[in-house]
């Protein structure tokens, strides 16, 4: 009897019901198996790093936070970086600017120095000139200078001084012999030229004294070597004066 219903409770009506379960062979489960493995390794792995790291103080919300505060002290010393550049480079302008203007006073006073002397020797030589008993009405040419200012640029400067009792004012013109070297060669040039329509520039008309300034130009590859001034009064064919100044 109680074999029979143990049969009947699990093969009869009132049994469990059946359940059809699908069979995985052994070499599919090995892989599942060593994948379960490995995930908890590497979990097992982190939680010891974590713990190691947190042990020996270096936790990574520390270590981020120090990043951070690593990464803004950069920004704030790039950027004060580029503003001590700046005021360096405004500081080197304006010592620039100061020695700059420093060197140009110390020309000006030079050049004020050198004209200042220019004077008193002018007014010391005027002085004797005006109290000059003569009465030959002597002529003379005082501080002629030609200096070469650029290539192919000279620029010649001179004082025409009438001595004496100065009775009639002295009217004629000056003239120019500039001698070069071009390439070996030796040549001059007559100034002012035959058809030169400035040659009104040096005629001469004064009782006292007559200033002369201006300039001539050579070709760039010219040497000038010396340059002759001749002055002539009006109607005479010879020279009344020549003064002869060597530049090289």
């Known amino acids: 009897m109680r074999l029979d219903r143990r049969l009947k409770h699990r093969f009869g009506i009132a049994a469990a019901p059946l359940a059809v379960r699908r069979h995985m062979p052994w070499y599919w489960r090995l892989p599942l198996l060593v994948a379960i493995l490995l995930v908890g390794g590497l979990a097992l792995s982190w939680l010891f790093y ?6 020996v103080g270096l936790d990574r919300g520390a270590t981020v936070d120090e990043v951070q505060r690593l990464r803004e ?6 950027r004060e970086n580029i503003s001590l550049r700046s005021d360096g480079a405004q500081s080197e302008r304006k010592m620039q600017i100061e020695q700059a203007t420093q060197n140009d006073l110390a020309k000006t006073v030079k050049t004020l120095q050198d004209e200042n002397a220019q004077l008193k020797e ?3 030589f005027f002085r004797k000139q005006m109290s000059s008993d003569k009465s030959d009405g002597d002529l003379s040419i005082y501080r002629f200078k030609v200096e070469n200012t650029m290539p192919g640029e000279y620029r010649y400067q001179l004082l025409l001084l009438q001595g004496g009792q100065r009775e009639r004012e002295f009217q004629g013109k000056v003239q120019f012999l500039v001698n070069f070297t071009r390439g070996g060669e030796k040549l001059v040039m007559t100034l002012p030229a035959t058809k030169d ?6 005629n001469l008309n004064f009782k006292y004294y007559q200033r002369l300034e201006g300039a001539f130009h050579v070709e760039t590859n010219a040497q000038v070597k010396k340059v002759q001034i001749r002055v002539f009064e009006n109607g005479a064919v010879q020279p009344k004066l020549m003064q002869t100044v060597n530049l090289s």
């Open 50 to 55: 974590d713990a190691g790291a947190r042990f």
């Open 122 to 124: 002018d007014l010391t």
């Open 73 to 78: 002290k950069l920004v704030s010393l790039e």
């Open 197 to 202: 329509a400035e040659a009104l520039a040096y």
